[in-house]
C-alpha cells in the first residue's frame, strides 16, 4: 500500500467535504448556490477528486484561477461551470472556449481586444466590477466603459461579481468599507439594468464575506477554505460559527531516535541546546513538503503517540527534529501527525505560528507529499 512506502502524506476525508457543504447551506438562502473554489489544485488538496466529489453532492459550479486549472479539471470529467478568475492571454482564449470554460473580464481595454477577435461563437464570460480593492475589475462607476462591455457583441455574460477585502474584521472602519463596497456592487448592477443590459448571476462573497454578511441577495456564494473545514486565521472575525470538519491531515514517520546529553545541540546553526539530558526524534518531512521553515524555534508541536512533542532546532527540506523525551513508547516507523484535528495541530495553530494564514500553508504543501483519500 501507498501508505507504507510513504515518507510523509496528506489524508483527505472526502465524508467531512460533505458535511461541511451540508453546514454551509444552512446558513444560504435556498436560492444561493455555492460556487467551489477549487484554485492551486483545490487549496493543495487536489482539485479533481474534490471536483468528482462535489459534483456528486449536486455542486456545479467551480471556479479556478487559470486556464491550465481549468483544462485539468475538464479533462477529468467534471461537470458543470468551470469560471476562470485570471487574467488569459488573448491567443489562448481559443482554448477557453474549446475547453468549454468561463472568462473573467478584467477590465474594459480586455473586453476590447476580445471584441476585435475572429471568434467561433461568443465567449462565455462574468465581467468582474472593481468595488474598492485595486485588484482586477472595470470601476463600478466607469459607466460608459461598462456599457460597452455589456453591449461587446462577442461576449456572451453569464455573470457579474465582485470582492470585498476586509470583510473578515470587525473593525467599524472594515465594516464600513464593506458596506461601501456592497453599495458600489449595487449601484452597478442597478445602473446596468436600468439600462436594459443582461448582468447573468451575481456575487461577491467569498468565504468570509459569507460569514460575516450571510443576508446578501446574490446568486452565488465563492466558498474555498471552509470546504475543506478550516478558517483562514483565528483571529480573523466570524459572525456564525459553522461546526465544520477539518478535511486534511498531514503525517510523516520517526525515521531515527537517539539520545542527547545536557548541553548538546541540535540542527543547522546550533538553535537548539538541550538543558538536560533527552531523546529527539527525526521525522521526515520538512520545508519541501511545506512544512514551513518559519516554524524553527516557534512553539510548533507535533502528535507523537498522542501526546504532544515540541518541534526543535530549524526545519530542514526534509526533515524536522522533535523533542520525544517523555514519550517512552515513541519508536522508528511511529506516524507523527503535523496537521489534524486536533487543537494544537490545527491547520490554523499551525498557519499562525509560521506567520501566515491556512490558504497559503495548505497550497504550499509539496508535491511530494501523496494526497490519500477516504470517503
Ligand atoms: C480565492 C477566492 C475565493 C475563495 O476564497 P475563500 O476565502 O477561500 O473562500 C473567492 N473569490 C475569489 C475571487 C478568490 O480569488
Known sequence: MQLEVSRAWIEIDLKNIEHNIKEIKKILSPKTKIMAVLKADAYGLGATEIAKKLNTLGIYDFAVATLEEGISLRKSKI???????????????????????????TDYEYAEKIGKLNLIKKLKCHVKID????????KYNAFSHLNK????????????????????????????????????FNTCIQMLKDHGLVIGN???QSSYGMLNYQDLPY????IGILLFGIHSAKNFYKKISLDLKPV???????????TIETGETVGYGRTYKAEKKGKIASVSIGYADGYPRSLSNTKAMV????????????????????????????????IVTLIGDNPIVQAEEIARLAGTITPELLS????RLPRIYKD
Open 303 to 334: 502528535l507523537v503517540c498522542n501526546t504532544y512533542a515540541k518541534v526543535i532546532g530549524k526545519i530542514c527540506m526534509d526533515q524536522i527534529m522533535v523533542d520525544v523525551s517523555d514519550i517512552k513508547e515513541a519508536k522508528v516507523g511511529d
Open 248 to 258: 486534511c491531515k498531514v503525517k510523516a514517520r520517526i525515521t531515527s531516535i537517539k
Open 202 to 204: 451575481t456575487h461577491i
Open 79 to 105: 461537470l458543470g461551470n468551470v469560471l476562470l478568475f485570471g487574467y488569459t492571454p488573448i491567443k489562448f482564449l481559443s482554448l477557453v472556449q474549446e475547453y468549454d470554460l468561463i472568462q473573467t473580464i
Open 219 to 222: 446568486d452565488y456564494v465563492r
Open 364 to 367: 504550499r504543501l509539496g508535491k
Open 131 to 138: 468595488t474598492g480593492m485595486n485588484r482586477m475589475g472595470e
Open 149 to 184: 462591455i455589456y453591449k461587446n457583441e462577442k461576449l456572451e455574460i453569464l455573470g457579474t461579481f465582485s470582492h470585498l477585502c476586509t470583510s473578515d474584521s470587525k473593525e467599524t472602519k472594515d465594516k464600513q468599507f464593506t458596506e461601501q463596497q456592497i453599495n458600489h
